[in-house]
C-alpha cells in the first residue's frame, strides 16, 4: 500500500511541539493529517503514550496514514472528515475537548506532485484539483461553465492580478476549446502573456486561486476557526501552520478577536517563519507561517 516512501515531510515539527508541549495520557486532534508526519511527532514525543485523532478529506491521506501509524495501535484514531466536522467528529468519540490541535493547511507533497489530481501545471494529468475527489465540482468544471463574473470572483479571492481580463480571456478561449487537462490551463496562461512582476509566476497564483475555490480553502478555515475555542480543553493549545497571506489573514485576525473576548491568549505576537536550515533541507517550507494561541 505504502506505494511512496515520503508522503510529505511535515513543516516546523520542533516550533508545533514546542507549542504543543505534548505530554502522556493528553488528547490532540490533528485536522490535517496528510501523511501523518505531525501526528508521528506527537506520538514520538510521548512515547506512544498520547492519543491522537486525525482527520483529512482525502482518502489516500488516510489511508496512507493507517498503515503508517498502525505501530501505535488504538492511540491513533483517523477519519476520512473536512475538518469543519471537527467537533462532530469528537462528538461522536465522546471526546469533550483536546489538549492540542495541529492544522497544517495546504496541499501534502504527495498530492501535489500526482498528475492525476491536476494541481500543478508541471505536470499534464486532467484539471481536477479535489482534495476529496468523492465529491463537488473540479476546476474543470469551474473554467468549462461558470460565468465570466463567477470566473473573475475566483481569481479576485484568489487576488490574481488582472482577474477581469483574465476571466473574459477564459470566456473566449473556451468557446474554441474546453480546459480539460492541467497542461491546457498552463498553455492558455502561457498564450494570454500577463504583464505580470518578475518575482510572480502567473500560473502559480491562477492554479491557486482555482484549488483555493474547488476545495472551499477560505470558507473551510473559517469555519474551523470559529470552533476552534470549543474544541479545546482549558489550557489547551492550537498550532495553524498556513502558506498564503489569504489563510494567514484569516488566522490572524480570529486569534484577535478571540484575544479581545478572553477566550484564547495568542502566544504568538509575531508570525513564526521555518528556519533558513529547514528552507534549505525543504524548500517546500519556505511559505510557511506558523501561529499558535491558547484555551484560556
Ligand atoms: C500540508 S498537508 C498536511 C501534512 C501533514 N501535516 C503531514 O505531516 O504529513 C495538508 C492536508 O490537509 C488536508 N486538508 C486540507 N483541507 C482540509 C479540510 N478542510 N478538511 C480535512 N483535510 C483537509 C489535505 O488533504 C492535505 O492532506
Not at 484539471?127 to 465540482?137: A, K, T, V, Y
Amino acid at each position: 500500500m505504502i506505494a511512496r516512501p515520503i508522503f510529505h515531510e511535515p513543516v516546523m515539527v520542533s516550533e508545533t511541539l514546542n507549542l504543543l508541549s505534548p505530554k502522556e495520557g493528553n488528547t490532540y486532534l490533528d485536522c490535517t493529517l496528510g501523511g501523518g508526519g505531525h501526528t508521528l511527532s506527537i506520538l514520538e514525543a510521548t512515547g506512544g503514550k498520547a492519543r491522537v485523532i486525525g482527520i483529512d478529506m482525502d482518502p489516500e491521506a488516510v489511508a496512507y496514514s493507517k498503515e503508517r501509524l498502525s505501530p501505535f495501535g488504538e492511540k491513533v484514531i483517523l477519519k476520512e472528515e473536512n475538518f469543519i466536522r471537527a467537533g462532530e467528529v469528537l462528538r461522536e468519540l465522546n471526546i469533550k475537548g483536546v489538549d492540542g490541535i495541529i492544522c497544517d493547511l495546504g496541499l501534502s507533497s504527495w498530492q501535489l506532485e500526482d498528475a492525476n489530481r491536476g494541481f500543478s501545471f508541471q505536470k499534464d494529468g486532467p484539471l481536477d484539483m479535489r482534495m476529496n475527489p468523492r465529491g463537488g465540482f473540479t476546476a474543470a468544471d469551474i473554467l468549462n461553465s461558470w460565468r465570466e463574473d463567477e470566473i473573475f470572483l475566483v481569481l479576485k479571492r484568489g487576488e490574481v492580478p488582472f482577474a477581469s481580463r483574465i476571466a473574459r480571456e477564459i470566456v473566449r478561449y473556451r468557446k474554441w476549446k474546453s480546459f480539460q487537462t492541467s497542461g491546457d490551463l498552463a498553455n492558455f496562461i502561457r498564450q494570454i502573456k500577463l504583464p505580470f512582476k518578475r518575482t510572480m509566476h502567473p500560473a502559480t497564483l491562477i492554479f491557486q486561486a482555482l484549488r483555493i475555490a474547488v476545495n472551499r480553502e477560505l470558507e473551510n478555515l473559517s469555519i474551523l476557526l470559529s470552533s476552534l475555542p470549543d474544541l479545546l480543553k482549558p489550557g489547551g493549545r492550537a498550532v495553524l501552520i498556513s502558506y498564503h497571506s489569504l489563510e494567514d489573514r484569516l488566522v490572524k485576525n480570529s486569534f484577535r478577536i478571540f484575544e479581545q473576548n478572553g477566550t484564547l491568549k495568542v502566544l504568538t505576537k509575531k508570525v513564526i517563519r521555518p528556519t533558513l536550515e529547514e528552507v534549505e533541507r525543504n524548500p517546500r517550507s519556505r511559505s510557511a507561517r506558523l501561529r499558535g494561541a491558547e484555551r484560556r
